[in-house]
């Protein structure tokens, strides 16, 4: 599964962003039964999710997310969004978008890089 992320780069704290995550190779009746999800890396840190969402839209955050943070997805476009407000510093890592099929394999897209100035 290839997942074509982008839309990462350096904004000032308070600033906003919107990364997307496109599957042109995915057909859509595939891509609807996966679950989309985006992840982050801090330098030196594990990776950890940030945002999920299930096929028909039921989403999850992680707690450092919640209010700033907001993930979508066009099935029929195959293409998942984290639209990001109020960045702070603490934010910056590498964002990686995830497919995860309902057999409990995941995908990963290739990394899209946000870096939030103080």
């Known amino acids: 599964v290839q997942l074509q992320a982008s839309g990462g780069g350096l904004v000032q704290a308070g600033g906003s962003l919107r990364l997307s995550c496109a599957a042109p190779r995915l057909i859509t009746s595939t891509y609807i039964t996966y679950k989309m999800g985006w992840y982050r890396q801090a330098p030196g840190s594990e990776r950890e999710p940030v945002a999920t969402i299930t096929s028909n839209g039921v989403t999850n955050y992680a707690d450092s997310t919640k209010g700033r943070f907001t993930i979508s997805r066009d099935n029929s476009r195959k293409t998942v969004w984290l639209r990001m407000n109020s960045l702070e510093p603490e934010d910056t890592a590498v964002y990686y978008c995830?497919?995860?099929?309902?057999?409990?394999?995941?995908?990963w897209g290739q990394g899209t890089l946000v870096t939030v100035s103080s």
């Open positions: 995830s497919a995860d099929r309902d057999n409990g394999e995941r995908y």
